[in-house]
């Protein structure tokens, strides 16, 4: 598949789903991959989600998915085998079908595996009742005759604590070990029956566990067995790419491992997350699905940071290249005319009543400015970095006749390194003139300063609050300038400003509706 992904989500189950969920609600290509091995598949129901209580497993997981499909992920099934962080940061997850699949980001949500004492006849019932969470059972169990099989240190607390769902506990001291006095103590004081010896096998008739029989052929009555399973994490996918788990104690007690992790999900391997009991064997379903919102919202942030950076990179590139001479014949040489042909508007609303004399005309383009001047009697430098546009502007020029041509003289220049006669003009004329900051300064102090006594200068540019529209200019505000700005730079003992304002007039958006723009225009006349 050629496709790259933003997340792949391995893993279809309360975390995978939430963690996608939250991806695609925001506007992220996503993927699930899920084998259909839910460790809650043997459980009748859900419990303890608020919401959705009592919900059959399957069925919430359905759910699920039609959730995050209908905001456009993608699930499907299938096992990884293996995933790999390639050269450039991305990821080939693969398949053990051989489809190949990429990714710019890893959600590892592939639970664990339960992994229960070797009773003959105690994984048959798992789920059902052989049981290990009164948070998740308890209540369905409540009243009846649990045995609790001891197969660790915490196996007292764990029976204490089934105590408060039912009088009728059973302590199974599989392993026959003396229990400490005071352990033997507690559970005298809360009622529990000890019941010494190994368990030789689960006793059921028909399909209903009816209690257990110990190695000494003894059998104790039970409704439901309740168990300490070591919670695995299934760590294959993690393990491929180089993520090693780690032992989970519970009062120094191993009760299972994980895939270590940041409170976000972030693991050891930049782009790789998990979430769920990939991270926490403890958790619940509720508190996956808040893992899995929490891990996705974590991925979208590291995904915005990275496009961020790429942005950055891309908008100084623009910004360092744009206004050079490369750049702009690129422009010119990539289609036939890039303006119009006519004037620009704010020229003709200014000078259209100013006497005739010399004129620079910056940035002339293909020449429409020069033309209009050069036919009402100016004679006009006409200057580009471009001479490719400059000589679209020679030919427009050739074609409003020879006496227009006559007034134009042409110049293939930079003029923020080429030098300009001072006092030279009677009217200096740039429109948009776009610069970085400190660039556009320099230039436009050096234009002024090419005015002559008594001439005008005028600038024209597209206003910052062009941003706000849809008009779509290209978004490079360093580059924008108010009328303002541009007439608290002139000295007002030589100049006088006439005009600095935000025009409004009339355009056409991409969609060809009708809008208002608004120009920067300064108008200044030069002191005698």
């Known amino acids: 598949m050629d496709r790259t992904y933003d997340v792949i989500v391995v893993g279809g189950g309360a975390a995978g789903l939430s963690g996608a969920l939250a991806l695609a609600r925001a506007r992220r290509s996503v993927l699930v991959v899920d084998d259909g091995r839910p460790r809650n598949a043997p459980a009748s129901h859900v419990h303890n989600y608020l919401g959705r209580e009592g919900t059959p497993p399957a069925e919430l997981l359905a759910a699920g998915r039609a959730e995050v499909t209908a905001y456009g992920a993608e699930i499907t099934d299938g096992r990884v085998a293996n995933a790999a962080r390639e050269d450039d940061g991305r990821f080939l997850v693969t398949l053990d079908d051989g489809r190949a699949l990429r990714a710019r980001r890893l959600l590892l949500a592939t639970g664990l595996a339960d992994e229960l004492p070797d009773v003959p006849g105690l994984a048959g019932r798992w789920g059902r009742d052989v049981l290990h969470c009164p948070y998740c059972h308890g209540w369905e169990v409540r009243d009846r005759r649990i045995g609790v099989l001891a197969t660790g240190p915490h196996a007292v607390e764990q029976a204490c604590l089934w105590r408060q769902w039912t009088e009728n506990v059973v302590f199974l001291n599989h392993h026959a070990v003396p229990l400490p006095a005071e352990h033997a103590e507690r559970l005298a004081a809360r009622r529990i029956a000890v019941a010494d010896g190994q368990v030789a096998e689960v006793e059921v008739t028909g399909d209903t566990l009816t209690g257990v029989r110990l190695a000494s052929g003894d059998v104790v009555a039970l409704d439901a067995v309740v168990v300490a399973p070591r919670f695995t994490a299934r760590a294959d996918v993690a393990r491929s790419l180089g993520l090693t788990p780690v032992e989970v104690e519970k009062n120094g007690d191993v009760v299972g491992s994980r895939i270590p992790a940041e409170p976000t999900g972030a693991t050891a391997v930049p782009g790789v997350y998990v979430a769920g009991n990939t991270a926490d064997p403890m958790a619940q379903v509720i508190t996956s699905a808040a893992s899995g919102l929490t891990t996705g919202a974590a991925i979208n942030m590291d995904l915005v940071a990275e496009e961020t950076a790429e942005a950055v990179d891309a908008y100084r590139h623009t910004m360092g290249t744009m206004f050079e001479e490369a750049a702009w014949e690129e422009r010119y040489q990539s289609r036939p005319a890039v303006w119009s042909g006519r004037p620009n508007v704010q020229l003709v609303a200014e000078a259209a009543d100013l006497p005739p004399g010399r004129a620079l005309d910056v940035g002339s383009g293909e020449g429409a400015d020069a033309v209009w001047l050069a036919g009402r009697g100016w004679r ?80 024209v540019g597209h ?12 978004h490079l505000p360093q580059a924008m300038f108010t009328a303002e700005e541009i007439a608290a730079s002139l000295d007002p003992a030589r100049w006088e400003v006439t005009t600095a304002e935000a025009r409004p007039r009339t355009a056409t958006d991409p969609e060809g509706h009708e809008i208002t723009i608004r120009d920067a225009v300064l108008v200044a006349r030069r002191r005698t």
Do not use: C, F, N
Request: aromatic residues 4%; without cysteine; glycine residues 6%.
């Open 380 to 459: 006009v430098t006409g200057t580009d970095i471009s001479a490719t546009a400059l000589k679209r502007a020679a030919a427009h020029a050739a074609d409003a006749g020879p006496e227009v041509a006559a007034r134009i003289e042409w110049l293939h220049a930079d003029l923020r390194d080429h030098p300009l006669p001072e006092g030279a003009y009677d009217l200096v004329s740039a429109h948009y003139m776009h610069l970085p900051v400190e660039t556009r300064q320099a230039l436009y102090a050096r234009l002024a300063a090419a005015v002559a006594p008594g001439g005008v200068l005028l600038i």
């Open 463 to 474: 206003h910052p609050l062009d941003l706000l529209t849809v008009a779509h200019r290209q």
